[in-house]
């Protein structure tokens, strides 16, 4: 087994590594003078099983096409499989059609994946979970539900709710509320355009509790701050919010820091870099999760395992 990590997050590459116990593979990235991608392996990988670490964020098309080089200069080296960990997958919100003359661009990255002949993909809370099927090759999809629900159970909160930003995180907001043993409320959310959104009404009693807001990204924070208004309006004592991927472009950290949300827990699907760094936003890793998910999958054994030990 190999393991390398593109550009994108090399301190989770680190991690990984730390967990698995090996070297982090030799590569060499770099651009030409017009922003052309060039990968060469410093070392050989004829005949290894090859995992290659690269989250697609900003700037996530020139992410994306660093991956695919990579995996085709593997597969051009003679690697006798390339698995892609993928902790956050780009374009996911792009799942379906919901006008006239839109693309269906997460399908289209999962066909340049499996074309440039990646043998698996294990990816990380994926926007919809249909998106597995638009692969021709397997897709491990785990789940941060054990590293960021264990962190709100040990803050052992005396009237705590999960609430879910929209209908369409009911089920995820179901999970949250079953593993921390809390009730369930549902915000009614409408979206005129793209990275604008309007909450209008809570369904549930959320008055006089601590509410938790639960989404699988925070993306401009247009979602989770509005929520945490209404939640407030409507009686709850205090907002905390959760999610896997931060992402926090355009005007997030603006949003957050003068929200009335108490704390943010994302983790490190994306590098949390300085200029995003705000004192109530928390960073939970989940190079543990990778690291047992790539060793599962190297030695043939279940993936669903890894989510009953508590030892995560």
């Not at 780009?90 to 997460?106: F, H, L, M, N, V």
């Not at 399908?107 to 919809?128: E, F, N, Q, W």
């Not at 962190?151 to 179901?174: C, E, H, M, T, W």
Request: aromatic fraction near 6%.
């Amino acid at each position: 087994m190999m393991f390398f990590s593109g550009s994108s997050n090399p301190g989770l590459g680190r991690e990984i590594s730390q967990h698995l116990g090996i070297d982090l593979g030799k590569v060499k990235l770099s651009q030409f003078s017009d922003g052309e991608i060039y990968v060469k392996y410093l070392e050989s990988v004829r005949g290894a099983d090859v995992f290659v670490l690269q989250t697609l964020w900003a700037p996530v098309n020139k992410n994306l096409m660093e991956l695919l080089i990579m995996a085709d200069a593997l597969k051009r080296a003679s690697a006798k499989k390339v698995s892609a960990v993928i902790p956050h997958y780009g374009y996911a919100r792009q799942d379906k059609k919901t006008t006239s003359r839109e693309p269906i661009t997460a399908k289209l990255v999962a066909d340049l994946l499996s074309v440039t002949g990646i043998d698996r993909v294990v990816t990380m809370d994926l926007h919809a979970g249909q998106i597995q099927g638009f692969f021709d090759v397997p897709v491990d999809h785990l789940t941060a539900l054990p590293i960021l629900s264990r962190y709100f159970s040990q803050k052992d909160f005396k009237n705590l709710i999960v609430v879910s930003p929209d209908v369409g995180r009911v089920k995820l907001a179901k999970k949250y509320s079953d593993k921390l043993g809390s009730g369930l409320a549902i915000l009614h959310k409408t979206r005129p355009s793209h990275n604008v959104a309007e909450v209008g009404e809570v369904v549930g009693d959320v008055k006089g509790k601590t509410a938790l807001l639960v989404d699988d990204m925070i993306d401009t924070a247009g979602t989770i701050t509005e929520g945490a208004k209404t939640l407030l309006r409507e009686g709850v004592k205090e907002v905390y919010a959760c999610a896997t991927h931060g992402v926090f472009s355009g005007p997030a950290l603006e949003r957050l820091k003068d929200s009335a949300i108490k704390e943010i827990v994302v983790t490190n699907t994306i590098p949390l870099t300085k200029e995003k760094y705000l004192d109530k936003i928390k960073v939970l890793s989940i190079a543990s999760i990778f690291s047992q998910a790539i060793l599962n999958v190297y030695e043939d054994e279940s993936i669903s395992a890894i989510f009953e030990d508590d030892n995560l």
